[in-house]
Each structure stands twice: as C-alpha cells, then as structure tokens.
C-alpha cells in the first residue's frame, strides 16, 4: 500500500489549500492539491497525515476527493485544528498518506447499505457514500442516517439535502438532538433514531462512525435490530504518529490502527481489547 | 581462530576507525554507554552490559527527518542527504544482538521500510563480544539467547584472561579481521571460554497464551500499583521503538523530528480532544508487558523481551518482568 | 523485643483485620537480595511479604496522590523521609491527615543498592550508606501515628549529618571555573533521558499536570538533546526550589546516575543564604520561603 512516488514515507508532499469549505461554526472541509496534482489517489476510508509545518501533525480521514484533490473535513479540537482554522485558501501544507485499510468494498459488494453517522463522524462515511454512488451498479440500496448537536452543526449539508436525496435508490434521514426556530425534521438522538426507523439487517452492512459514546449506543440499537457483528462496520480514531505501524502507539492489542485499521467490522473490535 | 592481546584492543579500533565511526562501550559519568572512540577513553569491555542499549545507533534519542521554511502562505522542504557513514559497533552482547533482529522487524518489514533505521542498519558492522559472567539482572538464556555467542553479526569475540579471540561470520568481519591483520595472531591452544550463566529465568512457554485471556484480569491492578509511570525502562530496553513526531520552529524555519516515547507517559495516547483510552498506570503498565509478550509475538512471531535486565535493574520499584511472567502462568482465570 | 519486621507485619495484620485500613503500604523483598520495592497489602493473609531491611529505600508517600480520590483509609510505614514527604503533601492540601495512619520507624540509614549488584552478597555486610542516607538529619520521622520500636542495634547515630555535610558535593561543582563547571553539568544531562522517574518520584513533584507532560503547549521540546535537557534539568530544580525535602530518592531512582542532589542542594543552599535556614517537610504549619512574600525579601533573585 506504499506511495510508489515516495520513497520515505515519513517525509510529506507540500501541498496547498485550494478551496475551504465552512460546514458548521467548528467544522471545515479544506481542497487540498499539489503541483503535480492529486496528493495521491485513497480508497475510501482511508487516512492523510496532515501538517500546517510549522505547528504540527495530525491524522485525518478523507472525506472525498476529485481528479485533482484530496478533502479534509476538520474539526476545532486542539492547537493544530484551531491553526487550521485560521489559515486561508493559497496556505501551503504537509501531506502524506494514504494510509489503513479503508472500509471493506469486497464485503460491501451487491449488498444495501446503511451509514450511520454522528457530527464529523460523517467525514469517513462519506467518502464511502461518494464512492458507492459512483459505483452505484454494484452495490444495492444507500440509506444515510445522520445527526448532529443541532441544525447549525449539520456538515455537508449540500449533500445531505440536495445531492444525495437525488440519487437513484438512496434515503436520507437527518435528526438533530435539539431543533430551533427553523427546524421542521426530527429531533433527537441518533441511535434512538436509527431504532424508530428500524432498518431490516437482511442483505444490509451498517457503516456507523461520530463521537465514542454515539457508537456505543448506536452498536446496541443495531445489535437490537438483529444485526450481527459481521455486518456492522466502523472506523475509530486513535492518537497516531507515523500513520505506517512503527511508533506504536495507535496500538489496539497487536493491532496498529493506522495500518490494519481504521476500518474494522464489529466482530473484529470484538477481538480486540477495549481501549480505544 | 585468531586472537588479540588486550593491550591491543585500542590500537584494533584505531585501524577500524580509519574506514568507518566506531562505537564502543566507554564510561561516561559513573555509567557504561557506546561512545564514539577517539583514539582514547575507558573501555567498559569487562563484566556486564552497557547500561544503555546500541539502539540509539540506529535509532537515535532525537532524530532530524526533514527541515523546512514556512512563510506564508508558501512552504518548502528540504530532505536531509542519506546516511552513508560507514559504522562499526564493537562489545555488543548476544541480547543486544537479538534486539537488533526485533527492531527490523519493526523498523523494515510489514509494508513500510524505515529510511532513517535501513541507512543506519545497513552501514554498520556489528561486532558481537561474548559475555562470561551474567549480571544479576541477567535472563537472556530464557529467551533462547546464547550468551557465548550471538546472532545476526558480523564478527565474534570471547575475552579470555589477556587476549580476545576473534572468529568473523560475515564478509564484512572477515573485512575487519583483514584491516587488523597486523595486531592478530592465530590462537593455537586458546577454548572459546564458557558462556555466562545467567540465575535469573523466566519460563515464557505460554505465557502468550495466558496474557491473551488476561486483559481485564485485576493482576494488572494489583502489579502497577508500585509503578511510578516514568520512561526508564521504556528507554533502557533495547528493542522498545516507540517514537513521537514533532516540529521546531525558529523563526520562519524549522525541523521535524523524531524522538524516543514511552507508552508509560500519559501524553502518548492522549488524544486532540482529551480522550484517553489509557487513563492510568494500569493501562499503561499492562501495555507494555502485553507488547512484549503478547502483542509482539502475535505480530512477529517472536518475544519483544531478550532478557537484558535493564529494565529490572534501573526501574525505581524494581519491575520484575521475570516475575511477571511467573504471576502471570500462575494466576487464576 | 521483637524486630521492626515482626512488628510491621503484626500491625498490618492488626489494621487490615480490623477493618481501620482497607491497605498497608510498606516494603517487600523484590527479584534480587538487594531490591526491596514498595509492596501493597489488603489481604491481612499476606502480611508476611513486608519486609524491613537495609535496601527499602522508596518514598512511600507519594503513593498517596494515588489514592487521593479514594475514600478509604490506609496506613503507610514512614521513615525520616518518607515523613517529610507526607508533610510536603499535607502542605500542598494534596492529602488529608485523618485518611491515612502513619507508622514511624526510626531509621538506621539504608545501603547501597548498586553497590549491592557489584559487590555481590557476600560483601552484604561491609555496603557503604546509600549517598541519599549520608546527608540525612532527620532519621527519625517528624510525624507519625505510632512509632514501631527500635531494635536498638540499628547504628541510629550514623546517619545523623551535620547541616553543612549535605553540601559537600554542591561545594566541589562551586569551586570549578565556569567552564569545568559548564562541562561538569552538560556532561550529566547529556545522557538524560527524559524519563522522568526523578520527577515521578518526588513528593515535592505533585502538579496536577506537568509542563513536561505538554510537549504540544512549546515549554519544553521532547528533542532529548543538550539545551532540552538542561532547560528540563533547570526548570524541574526550580520547581522543587523551597519544597525538595532532600529525601534524594531523585538521585537515586535516575537510570543515569545523574547527581541530581548536587542541583538540589545548590538551590537549597542558595535560599538558605538568602531567606535563612529552612529545611522543607518539617513543620506543616512554616511556610515555605518561596511560598510566602515579605516586604523585606532581597531582590537578587528576580
Ligand atoms: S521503570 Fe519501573 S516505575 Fe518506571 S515506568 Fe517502568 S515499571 Fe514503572
Ligand atoms: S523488557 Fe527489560 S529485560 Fe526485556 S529486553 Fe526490555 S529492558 Fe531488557
Ligand atoms: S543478558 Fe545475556 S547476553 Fe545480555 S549481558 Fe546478560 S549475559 Fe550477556
Ligand atoms: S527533589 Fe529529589 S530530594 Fe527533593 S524532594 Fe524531590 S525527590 Fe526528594
Ligand atoms: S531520572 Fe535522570 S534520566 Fe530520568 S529524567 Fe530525571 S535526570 Fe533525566
Ligand atoms: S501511528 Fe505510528 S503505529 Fe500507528
């Protein structure tokens, strides 16, 4: 899975920012591109080590990408995502990747699938989305369930609203745990949600990925709903360094979640020890 | 067989250093390190192993990747020209020697290789020295090791009295042998001396196999409560390769680096958000003997432990890995 | 009379049975003859591992900042030092006095532990006090609930020092020229791991969050190399400046052999001069020197 152009793969591209999208008051997708173009072409799910040079390094799912650039949605959560924050579009930046496994497409293959997804924990999931829609005859049904804190914190609303609801076969369902003045759609939590719709497990993978406590809650309602674990997948996040198994610490048992993961079915996790 | 007298040694790395840096075992501050010879120093090739590992020379404390300029909105990068020192290891013990096939496989197989680890690893002859007295810490036999005589170098030596034999393995020490063909003589009616017989043990047959039910088991608990949570023995192992990555900055320029972490610190899992997912000693200590005793073995196929001692001997609290593994078989389910 | 170790062990075995502690932190012998490392008993059947002998050498109070949030009570052995630590805390509002007892053991001086490992068992008897035990003047816990009774054997007067013989060393590194003085530091911290044990050890040490545990926040780089290092060596002395109760378990617990007491005595001799003798972890209620302003403070310093 080593970028044949790289030959150290600890030594980033320099890339730019050529576009920034403003999803939430805390969320932004940043285009990123490179002379020679496309930083590098991921499968989806998969992961881009990204720097502001001078502040630091941290790693990121790709949410989509185009012929010429890689996304990054990008949540404000600590010192190099508030830089990010602030940077304009012409900034330079580091690049290296791509990184994991990426979801499991063989697996995915002619069956319905549902994502479910919580705040940026729609960032993951949609490049998947994005993908299957260009791959549309080979997989079945899309259904995408989706919440966030509040009508404002909603990402990718573009897609949530217009782009995806035009595509042949696909159901989108949004929830916001507390409305306002505006909001005509369903309140309340996701996984809760997710059981009142009651999608049917047969023929179905689930792709859930948002905040811990929310796939938590969203494993036991799919598991109520007769989901098994083999059809249950997800992404997780770990603190990571290298991105290509060497400095440890994305350690989940004999692990490394930058190389064998993000991605891991349910029944994988399981395996697993319960650290993350 | 060949031999040299120990009055000798000096002149020996004086030859070798004309073609490459030489690292030896020198005394430093009260301690034993791999030192850089320069013609002079303290040798501490006697009894006991160098108080830290040679990891250090292939994986360095601090290491510079790459440097750049930022002034924004551009940025640049300069990568740092390949390693090519030549190197020559000297006085390293059969558990370091073992280290160093853990640490490629880390550093140089599962997909990615390692530029800064390969550059280094590649251009350095080791020359292993066989120990004839354990330390007390000492438990490499568990671990298959063969104090008299080490694996994967290029060049052997057992002291004797005044003289070390000499037997190379490799081209590169048959190489090193021919540069110092001058100081050694053929060794007639010297024996290879007896190999160190370490007291300490650890019986690792299955141990692997018990840790992988034991995760949620409360010896964990009860074993990390003395535990002061510092790097010690996390950095005195020889086949510990965690690292961090981070950046300096002066003015609009700056480098990346890389330097040595310890899954015993809290900042090393921490996460942007706060989230730990190891938030105690417990964790952290259950991590770092689940990595080497299971983790790395279901990875690579091989211990992450090669009985050194280091750990036990420098832990504040006196970590016993041996007796880990001792509680470990014995616990209950 | 019997020995401080049948004592031990009959008190904890009292305590845990009772019901007044829920654990006993003491000592127990470790892998080697001469380790004997912190042991943690809540079993009153497994008493019999505490031991009192010439290497039980940590500073069990710092233990208690592990348990600060626990509502049950324990019962720690303390000797001169340990004592002291448990007033350093108590000081710092870290601990509450009535959630643990105190049992005081006047302390005869400990051996040296890497004396031990090269000299081997044989020479048990002739090992030199431990460098940390040679500036002692306060073998005798200052606090305590109960004090275990001495075997009388024990050579007490030992370890009593004069207030001037802790600075020896501090004296040798003042009287270098700035150079050899220069050298004589890096030369140290060069080898510096960054390991934090000697921080992780110390009672004076109890920062709810370290700078050096926020590399991110720029204080400190983690790059282990000499400015780091030093920049580490000096802030860590600083820290500890007016607090360090001179238990030297710093120094001892370095992996590098680091004379990390020579710092520490240096500032603490310096406060001395400037503020008068203080000694740190004696008196709950005095505050320590840099803990407190007085309008007739000298002003070197700032
Ligand atoms: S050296 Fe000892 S005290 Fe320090 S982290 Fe390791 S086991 Fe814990
Ligand atoms: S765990 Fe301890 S004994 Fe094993 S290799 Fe590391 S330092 Fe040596
Ligand atoms: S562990 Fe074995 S090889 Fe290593 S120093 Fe000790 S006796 Fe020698
Ligand atoms: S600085 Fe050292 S001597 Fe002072 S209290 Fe801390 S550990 Fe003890
Ligand atoms: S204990 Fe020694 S090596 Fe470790 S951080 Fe302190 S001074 Fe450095
Ligand atoms: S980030 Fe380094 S091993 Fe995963």
Redesign the pocket.
């Known amino acids: 899975m080593a970028n044949a152009e790289q030959v150290n793969p600890l030594v980033p591209q320099i890339g730019k920012i050529i576009k920034i999208v403003e999803e939430t008051p805390d969320i932004k997708t940043f285009h990123v591109t490179t002379d020679k173009g496309k930083p590098f072409t991921p499968m989806p799910g998969q992961l881009a080590m990204f720097s502001l040079l001078d502040v630091g390094e941290a790693m990121f799912s790709i949410t989509s990408q185009g012929p010429e650039h890689l996304e990054l949605a990008i949540k404000k959560v600590g010192m190099l995502t508030d830089a990010l924050h602030e940077v304009e579009v012409g900034q330079a930046v580091g690049i290296r990747g791509p990184y994991g496994n990426g979801f499991p497409l063989e697996m995915m293959k002619g069956k319905d699938l549902l994502f479910i997804g919580g705040g940026i924990g729609l960032a993951p999931v949609r490049s998947l989305i994005n993908y299957t829609i260009e791959h549309r005859e080979d997989y079945g049904r899309l259904w995408i369930i989706y919440g966030a804190r509040s009508p404002a914190d909603l990402c990718f609303k573009d897609d949530l609203f217009k782009n995806w609801p035009k595509v042949k076969d696909c159901r989108v369902d949004v929830t916001v745990d507390k409305g306002d003045a505006d909001w005509k759609g369903h309140e309340g939590f996701v996984p809760a949600f997710v059981e009142k719709l009651g999608p049917k497990p047969e023929g179905m993978v689930a792709i859930t990925c948002g905040p811990p406590i929310m796939i938590k809650f969203v494993l036991q309602s799919l598991e109520k709903l007769g989901f098994k674990d083999e059809q249950i997948v997800t992404t997780l996040e770990m603190r990571m360094k290298c991105g290509i198994g060497k400095c440890g610490r994305c350690n989940l048992g004999s692990a490394y979640v930058c190389l064998d993961g993000p991605v891991f079915t349910l029944a994988q996790l399981k395996q697993m020890p319960d650290e993350y | 067989m060949l031999k040299i007298s120990k009055d000798q040694i000096g002149e020996l790395l004086n030859i070798w250093a004309k073609g490459a840096k030489v690292f030896v075992p020198q005394e430093n501050g009260g301690t034993s390190q791999f030192k850089a010879w320069e013609g002079q120093g303290k040798l501490t090739l006697g009894e006991g192993n160098a108080l830290e590992p040679p990891k250090d020379l292939f994986f360095p404390r601090t290491e510079t990747m790459y440097r750049y300029r930022v002034r924004d909105p551009e940025a640049s990068l300069e990568e740092l020209a390949p390693l090519e020192e030549k190197r020559v290891l000297v006085g390293v013990r059969s558990c370091d020697a073992r280290s160093f096939a853990i640490m490629d496989d880390v550093f140089l197989t599962k997909g990615y290789i390692d530029e800064f680890y390969r550059q280094r690893r590649e251009n350095t002859a080791v020359v292993a020295l066989a120990c004839t007295t354990a330390q007390p810490t000492c438990f490499c036999t568990s671990f298959g090791i063969d104090p008299g005589r080490a694996e994967g170098v290029d060049l052997q030596m057992w002291p004797l009295a005044d003289s070390y034999l000499l037997e190379a393995i490799t081209p590169a020490g048959k190489d090193l042998l021919e540069q110092a063909a001058a100081l050694l003589t053929e060794a007639a009616d010297e024996k290879v001396p007896a190999a160190a017989q370490p007291s300490l043990t650890a019986d690792v047959g299955g141990v692997t196999e018990k840790l992988q039910q034991m995760f949620e088991h409360p010896y964990w608990e009860a074993v990390s409560r003395k535990c002061i949570g510092c790097g010690a023995c996390t950095y005195l192992c020889p086949t510990c390769h965690c690292f961090d990555i981070q950046s300096e900055n002066r003015g609009d320029s700056g480098y990346k680096f890389r330097c040595w972490d310890s899954c015993m610190f809290s900042e090393y899992t921490r996460m942007a958000g706060g989230h730990q997912p190891r938030p105690s000693k417990k964790e952290r200590l259950r991590n770092r003997f689940l990595h080497k005793l299971q983790y790395f073995p279901e990875r690579y196929g091989k211990f992450a432990c090669v009985g050194c001692g280091r750990c036990l001997d420098r832990c504040p609290v006196s970590m016993d890995i041996t007796r880990v593994v001792r509680e470990v078989k014995e616990v209950t389910l | 009379m019997s020995t401080i170790q049948e004592q031990m062990r009959t008190r904890a075995r009292e305590l845990l049975t009772s019901g007044e502690v829920k654990m006993v932190v003491g000592w127990e012998k470790g892998a080697l003859w001469y380790m004997s490392p912190p042991a943690f008993i809540t079993d009153p059947a497994e008493v019999d591992r505490l031991v009192w002998d010439e290497f039980c050498h940590n500073n069990l109070a710092k233990y208690l900042l592990d348990y600060k949030f626990s509502d049950d009570r324990l019962a720690i052995f303390v000797k001169g030092c340990d004592a002291r630590g448990i007033i350093r805390l108590l000081q710092d509002k870290q601990i509450e006095r009535e959630k643990v007892y105190l049992i005081g053991i006047n302390c005869p001086g400990l051996k040296d532990e890497r004396q031990g490992a090269v000299l081997g068992e044989d020479k048990r008897a002739e090992l030199p006090l431990a460098a940390r035990c040679q500036g002692c003047r306060h073998p005798a816990p200052v606090v305590y609930d109960e004090l275990l009774q001495d075997e009388g054997t024990a050579a007490k007067g030992e370890v009593a020092a004069t207030a001037e013989d802790r600075f020896t060393a501090t004296a040798e590194v003042e009287a270098m020229s700035p150079d050899e003085r220069y050298a004589f530091w890096t030369n140290h911290y060069d080898r510096c791991l960054r390991c934090y044990a ?1 921080r992780n ?5 109890n920062c709810r969050e370290c700078i050096f545990d926020r590399s991110q926040s720029g204080w400190c780089g983690k790059q282990m190399n000499r400015s780091e290092n030093m920049f580490f060596a000096i802030t860590r002395a600083m820290h ?1 400046a007016g607090r ?8 001892r617990v370095c992996p590098e052999g680091i004379p ?2 020579t710092l ?1 005595n240096k500032i603490i001799k310096e406060i001395n001069t400037l503020f008068g003798d203080y000694e740190a972890g004696l008196d709950p209620e005095a505050m320590p020197p840099l803990g407190k302003y007085k309008l007739d403070d000298p002003e070197e310093f700032l």
């Not at chain 3, 050890?201 to 040490?205: G, I, L, R, S, T």
């Not at chain 3, 360090?244 to 120094?251: P, Q, V, Y």
Request: net charge negative; with cysteine.
């Open positions: 000697c050890v110390c009672p004076a040490c500890v360090c109760i001179e238990c030297g378990e710093c120094e990390i007491m520490n």
